[in-house]
């Protein structure tokens, strides 16, 4: 698979973690939040898919979850790993779809809206790149009104 950039993604390895891992977390590189997937569910709560604040470790987002999703123990999988496509990528190629065969209906609709959410951020970070910020100073200067 290959993407605007031209990385290739090792499509094997990433089909098995998205079939294995109970938690998976995808970072992306034009905007900070994270996509966060926990394919657990008991009878207190279902599957979670949204997109979370990043932190700082593995440690931290241990505490995230027992906050988060304290009905649950541990995750036996964890996996994290940044998307270097954008995000509309990762839709068109239907990336996730392995993830997808695991959830539910509902799973399924709160990762679709996820990754809406996902495809709007990115957006709003490509358009603040074009436009010039502190985040994304522009090479070159604009006049003062």
């Known amino acids: 698979m290959r993407n605007e950039n031209g990385l290739t993604i090792d499509e094997d390895a990433l089909r098995k973690l998205l079939t294995t891992a109970d938690l998976i977390t995808i970072g992306f590189t034009l905007f ?3 996509l966060l997937v926990d394919t657990r569910s008991n ?3 279902g599957e979670f898919a949204d997109m979370v604040e990043p932190v ?3 440690q931290e987002r241990y505490l995230w979850l027992g906050k988060h999703r304290g009905s649950f123990g541990t995750p036996e999988g964890f996996a994290f ?3 270097p496509h954008t995000v509309r990528g990762l839709i068109e190629r239907d990336a996730l779809a392995p993830l997808k065969g695991r959830l539910s209906p509902q799973g399924r609709q709160d990762l679709d809206v996820a990754l809406a959410t996902a495809l709007e951020l990115e957006r709003a970070a490509m358009m603040e790149a074009v436009r010039g910020s502190d985040r994304w100073p522009a090479v070159w200067e604009r006049p003062a009104a």
């Open 81 to 83: 790993f940044v998307w």
């Open 32 to 34: 900070p939040e994270r």
């Open 56 to 58: 700082a470790n593995v």
């Open 43 to 45: 009878d207190q709560e």
